[in-house]
């Protein structure tokens, strides 16, 4: 059907910058929506941003001014560009993608997940 593939993660200093990929393939028909969410340790996964096949994005509040989400819609790819990080961003980073694909000699949709990257902020 459809697999994510994400990659970008890592440790980083409070402060410092790291920039997540997400690709997906298979049998995609079209890309709806693309976004990240995180998962911390103990807490349940949150919404960190999103955007649209035209553009549009969505940030939580708790990342505003400092994450920029991305896409290349030509390559099914889709960025999170993550800067002054701190402690709290630490987590599980998620990619999903809203999509359409073929199977079966049908277009269905779907609703797919990578695999997640892990962050880690601490000095």
């Known amino acids: 059907q459809v697999q994510l593939v994400e990659s970008g993660g890592g440790l980083v200093q409070p402060g410092g910058s790291l920039r997540l990929s997400c690709a997906a393939s298979?049998?995609?028909?079209?890309?709806?929506?693309m976004g990240w969410y995180r998962q911390a340790p103990g807490k349940e996964r949150e919404l960190v941003a999103t955007i649209t096949s035209g553009g549009n994005t969505y940030y939580a509040d708790s990342v505003k001014g400092r994450f920029a989400i991305s896409r290349d819609n030509a390559k099914n790819t889709v960025y999170l560009q993550m800067t002054s990080l701190k402690p709290e961003d630490t987590a599980v980073y998620y990619c999903n993608a809203v999509v359409r694909y073929t199977s079966n000699r049908r277009v269905s949709p779907g609703d797919f997940w990578g695999q997640g990257t892990q962050v880690t902020v601490s000095s």
């Open positions: 298979g049998s995609i028909f079209s890309i709806d929506a």
